[in-house]
């Protein structure tokens, strides 16, 4: 029996990389090119070891508010169960929270940003 998929994550970063979709939700996503308008992207040192050790990585991007339009981050929408939604809140630092936004195409997707 299939699981149905009725979250939708928009990712700017490393949960677009297969190798971290293998190790956190134990199989590769499929998805759509999708933007956010009024962020930006700034890039964060990473310290916890096994986030580094599955990306690859030490430096991640974070995206940020600003509310000018004239910002956009690109990014990958994926459809989710509420299982790996929950796999992704765990892979992501502290540094990151999850929160409800309004993509270009108009679709309702969550996203990590910077925890402030």
């Known amino acids: 029996m299939e ?16 190798a971290v979709q293998l190790a956190t939700f134990g199989r590769r996503l499929a998805g759509t090119p999708d933007l956010l308008r009024g962020y930006r992207l700034d890039m ?5 070891a096994g986030v580094v050790a599955t990306s690859g990585a030490a430096q991640h991007p974070i995206a940020s ?11 990958t929408v994926f459809r989710l169960t509420a ?14 929270r999850r929160v409800a936004v309004t993509l270009a195409s108009g679709l309702q997707a969550w996203m ?5």
Request: glycine letters at 6%; a negative charge; hydrophobic letters at 35%.
């Open 65 to 75: 508010h600003t509310g000018d339009a004239a910002h956009a981050v690109p990014g």
């Open 83 to 96: 299982q790996e939604l929950a796999h992704a809140d765990a892979y992501e630092v502290d540094d990151y």
């Open 3 to 18: 699981t149905a998929t009725d979250e939708c994550l928009f990712s700017y970063g490393t949960l677009q990389d297969e």
């Open 44 to 48: 964060l040192t990473i310290r916890d």
């Open 112 to 116: 990590y940003v910077r925890a402030e």
